[in-house]
């Protein structure tokens, strides 16, 4: 059973007709019954076609948070543009890999076959995957926990159950797999294991927890701090992991080809001889490609000072310019951009690279996660560092959040999950060992006023700061009902005290020129920006001639109803009983 997923991608056998797109379809195996279910090995090939409903790594999850309130990015998702969702543009209303997993479940369950609690668990923890996917996506689904027969039309034409009842069914899937998956975990960090279900339950019952605490028009809020404890039960049965320490642990986590197993609990392998890549260094890096994403200077804000305090506190902050902005910071902020002394491979030379406004439009440039190298990884789409899922650092976050809400937060507690994150960035300071007493008033704005109190807060600024690029930051907004900061927060950049050329790495060559009107002609910078006027797929001044530098991708708009996908109208025209979901 050691195989990584990466061989199990490229050598899985395809299992025809187990694979199907339309529910109303039977499965029709091709492959001997007794060949797949009567033996360990047979179970085995089979539970390896789960793996597929994992994030794929080329474009995985490190792309899902350009749809967020902390990213700048090219242009504007169909989510978020006006009058561009909508029943005929929505998708994802698909049902083959539940089909896969509930058709396994239902002959594994007649094996006799010794080891077959194993794979059930497998194929449960894998439908819990599948159906936590679909209640954030369409709220209300139907729970299917059988294959269906082409003639049950009652199951096929039925309404949509109720998504509280189905996030129960998830959650006991999830016990499930946690109880029979043989394996505590394994050192390759590539297959399911219970360490890895419980990962995934913290991260599911955190979700379920606040959206029941936040989203209070389905007046759930009195059963929202079940989950929030099951989160602190199942992530202290985690055991095991530490976070990898050093002066540049951090951004060596998502560099390594083989995952790091003190701290990864679950990630994808990729692999050039397989032809398995991921494009992280070329979304950040080309000018042309993808949707160039930078962060933003809202978000750049709440990264701490390196005593621990918030930079925010200093009353020049709004006014700082880059080169300065960035000195004395939580270390993961030289980790995560380009700053100071930040140097690639050009044709095989080390050469100074300090922030490409060409290629970032805030001017905080992505590092995290991308190779040093130009060649072959900016061009042609070739990153093979580990595609992480899951670490141990979410766990202690999730932890943290849960305890928080809760109230239940002791100085310990916070040492040992937030103040052992700042420790490994290298802040010091009290807020290692204290939790906080006082609310910092950026972060409550940062929230609009959605949280006041300080301990809850300062979990959230180190959530969003120790897992950016991660992808959790739009189910975070969700699940906390802050919708409106997926249109309404600014992507805004670096501080510009007037037009001119900057030097942004201080080493005496200046970088960037911004200008108004017509481009100077003895400037001597790499980069030109224009900020002179307004306008889609412009940037220009927050106060016309000095400011900060404001990205315009386009028109953002935020609805409620947005929190939910429409039901694609192709598929109610199947079973007008699916309903639709209100305002749609």
């Known amino acids: 059973m050691k195989k990584n997923i990466r061989h199990i991608f490229a050598s899985m056998l395809v299992l025809t007709g187990f694979l199907s797109c339309d529910m109303e379809e039977l499965p029709q195996a091709t492959a001997s019954r007794v060949a797949i279910f009567e033996s360990a090995s047979g179970l085995e090939l089979y539970s390896n076609s789960f793996y597929e409903i994992l994030p794929t790594p080329y474009d995985g999850v490190f792309a899902i948070d350009d749809n967020s309130d902390l990213v700048a990015r090219n242009g504007v998702d169909t989510r978020f543009m006006p009058n561009a969702l909508s029943p005929t543009t929505s998708g994802g209303w698909s049902w083959g890999n539940l089909r896969n997993i509930n058709y396994f479940i239902e002959n594994a369950e007649e094996s006799t076959v010794p080891t077959k609690d194993h794979y059930l668990g497998l194929a449960r923890f894998f439908r819990a995957y599948f159906y936590f996917d679909k209640v954030k996506r369409f709220g209300d689904v139907p729970w299917i926990d059988r294959t269906i027969d082409v003639d049950d039309e009652e199951t096929l034409y039925a309404p949509r159950d109720d998504r509280f009842e189905v996030m129960e069914h998830v959650l006991e899937d999830l016990n499930y797999a946690i109880s029979h998956i043989s394996d505590k975990s394994e050192p390759t960090r590539t297959l399911i294991t219970r360490d890895v279900a419980r990962a995934f339950k913290t991260r599911v019952c955190l979700y379920e927890a606040s959206f029941r605490k936040y989203h209070t028009s389905y007046g759930k809020e009195g059963t929202a701090n079940k989950w929030f404890e099951e989160v602190v039960k199942t992530a202290d049965e985690i055991q095991g992991y530490t976070l990898v320490e050093g002066p540049s642990a951090y951004r060596n986590l998502f560099l390594q080809k083989i995952p790091n197993s003190n701290e990864v609990i679950l990630a994808v392998t990729l692999d050039a001889d397989l032809q398995v890549f991921s494009s992280r260094n070329r979304r950040v890096i080309s000018p042309t490609y993808g949707n160039r994403p930078s962060l933003t200077r809202r978000f750049i804000n709440t990264y701490l000072n390196i005593d621990g305090t918030p930079f925010t506190s200093n009353p020049n902050y709004k006014t700082t310019p880059f080169a300065e902005e960035v000195k004395n910071r939580d270390g993961r902020l030289q980790q995560t951009i380009r700053m100071g002394n930040y140097r690639r491979t050009e044709n095989g030379v080390p050469v100074i690279a300090p922030p490409n406004l060409d290629q970032a439009y805030t001017g905080y440039q992505i590092i995290k996660g991308c190779y040093d190298e130009r060649f072959p990884y900016d061009d042609e789409s070739r990153n093979e560092n580990a595609h992480i899922i899951f670490r141990y650092a979410e ?190």
């Open 395 to 584: 766990i202690l976050l999730n932890k943290a959040e849960a305890l928080a809400e809760l109230g239940t937060m002791t100085d310990t507690q916070w040492a040992s999950t937030i103040g052992a994150l700042r420790a490994r960035a290298g802040i010091t300071g009290p807020s290692l060992t204290q939790k906080p007493v006082t609310a910092d008033p950026y972060m409550v704005n940062f929230y609009n006023n959605r949280f006041t109190d300080p301990v809850l807060l300062e979990v959230l600024r180190e959530r969003a700061v120790e897992m950016i690029t991660e992808g959790l930051r739009p189910d975070d907004l969700s699940r906390w009902r802050l919708g409106e900061l997926f249109a309404e927060a600014p992507m805004n950049g670096m501080y510009v005290p007037a037009p001119g050329e900057y030097d942004l790495n201080e080493d005496g060559v200046m970088d960037v020129c911004f200008y108004i009107g017509k481009r100077p002609a003895n400037a001597t910078a790499s980069i030109f920006v224009d900020v002179t006027s307004e306008g889609v797929g412009r940037r220009v001044l927050s106060e016309g001639d000095s400011g900060e530098v404001i990205w315009n991708p386009g028109q953002r708009e935020w609805l409620d109803k947005k929190y939910l996908y429409p039901i694609p109208e192709a598929d109610r025209l199947k079973n007008p009983n699916l309903g639709q979901n209100p305002g749609w």
